[in-house]
């Protein structure tokens, strides 16, 4: 019996993973709508064999080791009232009189920063809803510990699936997670070791032409970046922040 040719077999691969994003999509769904659900009838949500084996600490650590990057500093989500909202790193000097000078002062240049730590707390208050936490994944030396490719525009449902395809062809492990408007994703690849922004960067960019290879016809117009944004810390700050998943 012959063997599949190297496009079939890929484009097998991409319906798997296809047919894999969907069904985690659909179980995004329904596990917000048993939510809204059980907040209607004042249920307390079940859980599960697995949830009762890891307790609360053990899965704030396992997150964290994880969605690695700089610990002795990250960025808070914030919004007025009039809907805008962005990222500002965390200090505990934030507003206060006479120690926070922003905006006419940036926070690098600030002689009064007390950056706050990116610790068990931090991580345990954006798992439970208190805050946003952006992650700063470029370290000082320029390593990383992951990779993320950011799609966010028209038809990024078919380039995140493709870039999945490209990444499986390969045997790399990868995660995807739908951003919080719903309107796009990233996928995420994690490295057991410190790696060099450089090379990070060079397997996105590969895994990226490897997809568009695999499929000519498709429109990549939906990507947008990779994080780190950078091979190298720009001088005085901290290089792209990306928000960090399960965000309620």
Not at 40 to 60: D, M
Not at 94 to 101: A, D, I, Q, T, V
Not at 178 to 195: C, M, Q, T, Y
Not at 201 to 209: E, V
Request: aromatic share 8%.
């Amino acid at each position: 019996m012959p063997h599949p040719d190297s496009q079939s077999t890929a484009d097998e691969i991409l319906a798997i993973d296809a047919r894999l994003f969907d069904l985690e999509a659909e179980r995004n769904r329904l596990l917000q709508r048993k939510q809204i659900l059980q907040q209607q009838t004042g249920l307390p949500p079940p859980h599960s064999a697995h949830s009762r084996q890891l307790g609360v600490e053990q899965k704030v650590a396992l997150f964290r080791g994880l969605f690695k990057g700089r610990s002795d500093v990250f960025a808070r989500r914030w919004e007025n009232r009039k809907g805008r909202s962005g990222y500002a790193v965390a200090c505990q000097n934030e507003w206060r009189s006479g120690l926070c000078n922003k905006p006419r002062i940036k926070c690098g240049e600030c002689q009064n920063r007390r950056y706050t730590s990116l610790d068990e707390q931090a991580i345990h208050a954006h798992l439970t809803g208190k805050q946003v936490v952006g992650l700063y994944p470029l370290l000082t030396d320029n390593t990383c510990h992951l990779l993320a490719a950011d799609f966010d525009k028209t038809g990024w449902r078919d380039a995140v699936k493709a870039m999945a395809g490209a990444c499986g062809g390969f045997g790399i492990p990868h995660a995807i997670e739908v951003s919080r408007s719903g309107n796009g994703a990233h996928l995420w690849i994690f490295f057991s070791e410190p790696v060099l922004a450089r090379e990070a960067r060079l397997l996105g960019f590969g895994l990226l032409d490897k997809a568009m290879e695999i499929h000519p016809g498709l429109s990549f117009d939906a990507y947008d970046r990779l994080f780190p944004n950078q091979d190298n810390m720009p001088a005085g700050g901290f290089g792209n922040l990306i928000a960090l998943p399960l965000q309620y």
